[in-house]
């Protein structure tokens, strides 16, 4: 899903860059490595592709919000994901608001 920039400050790529540099351009869970073809076993553990059969996705590292507040933007509380580790932190969120709601 695009980013909608409006709802962030207009300093935000340039945190988002201080952010991936401290990363050192990989996920801080997994460790997949920003804009590289990968894939994934079943596990979810990524390698590098060697086999031609083998689906291949490009990473693509996010910045998020650790308090999930997005105008907290102190470097504490950003963190550098590839697209499977952020969405799985939000797959959690969502459950946990579900369970609230019960």
């Not at 592709?49 to 996010?62: D, M, Q, S, Y």
Request: with cysteine; net charge positive.
């Amino acid at each position: 899903m695009p980013i909608d920039y409006k709802t962030y400050p207009d300093n935000w790529k340039e945190l988002r860059r201080e952010r991936l540099l401290k990363a050192h351009h990989l996920c801080e869970l997994c460790h997949a490595p920003d804009s590289c073809m990968i894939a994934r076993d079943k596990f979810g553990q990524w390698h590098n592709p060697v086999l031609a059969t083998e689906k291949r996705i490009r990473v693509v590292l996010t910045i998020h919000h650790l308090n999930n507040d997005k105008t907290d933007n102190r470097q504490a509380n950003l963190i550098a994901l590839c697209q499977r580790c952020h969405l799985k932190l939000h797959a959690g969120d969502r459950g946990k608001k579900e369970r609230r709601k019960k």
